[in-house]
Nanobody, 124 residues
Framework: QVQLVDSGGELVQAGGSLRLACAASGRTVSNYAMGWFRQAPEKERTFVARISRSGVSTYYADSVKGRFTISRDNAKNTVYLQMNSLKPEDTAVYYC?????????????????WGQGTQVTVSS
């Protein structure tokens, strides 16, 4: 069983930066692709980014492309999300998860072992 702990979210001004971390325990996640999702109040959870097992391949939602960077440190069993040029519309709870599908999927159903989430609030 894998446990994921999300951290790094906080209140930041528009244009600022944050780095989120997703620390895994209980089992190594180096054999899995990983993803970040976010959920704004009263909205569905949506895909943000995905990284391959090795970290070589990444995939982003159009809304964050060019501003966010997903990375991983398999030695630390941790995945990161660097967020730059933040906008008020980026405000949400951010979750990491393990990809249980081998395809590059953006649907929630292709991911499991969700972290507890970390709140990111971007003020205008």
């Amino acid at each position: 069983q894998v446990q994921l702990v999300d951290s790094g979210g906080e209140l930041v001004q528009a244009g600022g930066s944050l780095r989120l971390a997703c620390a895994a325990s209980g089992r190594t996640v180096s054999n899995y692709a990983m993803g970040w999702f976010r959920q704004a109040p009263e909205k569905e959870r949506t895909f943000v980014a995905r990284i391959s097992r090795s970290g070589v391949s990444t995939y982003y939602a159009d809304s964050v492309k060019g501003r966010f960077t997903i990375s991983r440190d398999n030695a630390k069993n941790t995945v990161y999300l660097q967020m730059n040029s933040l906008k008020p519309e980026d405000t949400a709870v951010y979750y990491c998860a393990v990809a249980i599908s081998t395809v590059v999927a953006t649907e929630v159903s292709h991911y499991a072992y969700w972290g507890q989430g970390t709140q990111v609030t971007v003020s205008s």
